[in-house]
């Protein structure tokens, strides 16, 4: 009876055993097999711009008057570090930006294309603080290569509605690699 017993807790014991060194082999494999992203970044620094334009419609007939439209824009600036952690050039090949609203909508915009870009700072001076240098669409980084600069966003909505929101994430697309999204915090609360 004794040997009946010895016998069944050294089954256990022998698969126990078994079942840890696979455990252990595994992890160790996945470990030291574990390679970092290809391609990793950050958003340095986001910027606000809210831009409010009254403009007046329509001339109006004799005694009326025409009438007055608003609009309600944001600019966003952020300025963007990407590196590649890769053993190959890596392609940058276009940029946008996803924003949930505080309904729940999704809402994408493209970043501004090199010539839109310079022509935000002319038509809107009080952005000239933010100027700085552009991060540039089709660019290949070599490996270990850091590249730098400034990504413009427009949305039509006020700041209330940028300040209610769930999320805002910039997301850079490179040629036969996944995508890297970048986040950007929504306020407390959210």
Not at 111 to 138: C, I
């Given at each position: 009876?004794?040997?009946?017993r010895?016998?069944?807790?050294?089954s256990?014991?022998?698969?126990l055993?078994a079942?840890?060194?696979?455990?252990?082999t595994?992890a160790?494999?996945v470990?030291i097999d574990?390679k970092?992203?290809?391609?990793?970044g950050?958003?340095?620094k986001?910027d606000?711009t809210?831009?409010?334009?009254?403009m007046?419609?329509g001339?109006?007939?004799?005694g009326?008057?025409?009438?007055m439209?608003?609009?309600?824009?944001?600019?966003?600036?952020?300025?963007?570090?990407?590196?590649?952690?890769g053993t190959?050039?890596i392609?940058?090949?276009?940029?946008?930006?996803?924003l949930t609203?505080s309904?729940?909508?999704?809402?994408?915009?493209l970043?501004?294309?090199?010539?839109d870009?310079?022509?935000?700072?002319?038509a809107?001076?009080?952005m000239?603080?933010?100027?700085?240098?552009?991060l540039?669409?089709?660019?290949?980084?070599?490996?270990?290569?850091?590249a730098h600069g400034?990504?413009?966003?427009?949305?039509?909505?006020t700041?209330?509605?940028?300040?209610?929101?769930?999320?805002?994430?910039?997301?850079?697309?490179?040629?036969?690699?996944k995508?890297?999204v970048l986040?950007?915090?929504?306020?407390p609360?959210k």
């Amino acid at each position: 009876m004794d040997e009946e017993r010895n016998s069944g807790k050294r089954s256990l014991l022998i698969v126990l055993v078994a079942t840890v060194i696979v455990v252990v082999t595994i992890a160790a494999y996945v470990y030291i097999d574990e390679k970092p992203p290809v391609v990793a970044g950050q958003i340095l620094k986001l910027d606000i711009t809210p831009i409010h334009t009254e403009m007046r419609v329509g001339a109006g007939a004799q005694g009326v008057q025409g009438g007055m439209d608003t609009y309600d824009q944001l600019l966003i600036t952020a300025e963007v570090q990407v590196r590649n952690q890769g053993t190959y050039p890596i392609y940058l090949h276009d940029m946008w930006s996803n924003l949930t609203t505080s309904t729940g909508d999704q809402e994408r915009c493209l970043a501004a294309n090199n010539t839109d870009f310079q022509s935000v700072f002319v038509a809107y001076p009080q952005m000239a603080s933010f100027k700085a240098e552009p991060l540039l669409r089709d660019i290949t980084l070599q490996p270990g290569q850091i590249a730098h600069g400034l990504v413009i966003f427009h949305y039509p909505m006020t700041k209330d509605q940028w300040d209610a929101r769930h999320s805002f994430q910039a997301v850079l697309a490179f040629t036969n690699q996944k995508d890297l999204v970048l986040p950007w915090p929504a306020p407390p609360g959210k």
